[in-house]
């Protein structure tokens, strides 16, 4: 069950740290690429592995987004659909 996968083991998955070396130094330079990159890694929310959801979530709510150093409105539009899709999935057992 992917809830028994600990975030630090997840992060390791080789697709994962390619987009995630993409990323590095771009956020400030051009944000909407960057959440371009994570959309396009996530594939459509509602079809996404519970491992990306978890991941991209994970990436997210780092401390850089946390504290505001990085921000853009796309930033928080993903947030907020992995948020619902977390919810809908808590709901219907399939987290």
Not at 3 to 22: A, F, P, T, Y
Not at 27 to 46: F, K
Request: charged share 25%.
């Amino acid at each position: 069950m992917t809830g028994k996968i600990k975030i630090k083991d997840l992060v390791k998955n080789e697709e994962w740290q390619e987009v995630r070396k993409s990323l590095l130094g771009q956020w400030n330079i051009r944000p909407e690429w960057c959440c371009s990159q994570l959309s396009s890694y996530l594939g459509p929310i509602n079809k996404a592995s519970n491992d990306k959801i978890r991941i991209t979530m994970n990436y997210l709510t780092g401390s850089a987004f946390r504290m505001g150093k990085i921000k853009h409105p796309c930033i928080q539009s993903i947030r907020t659909k992995l948020s619902s899709e977390i919810t809908k999935r808590k709901a219907t057992g399939k987290w």
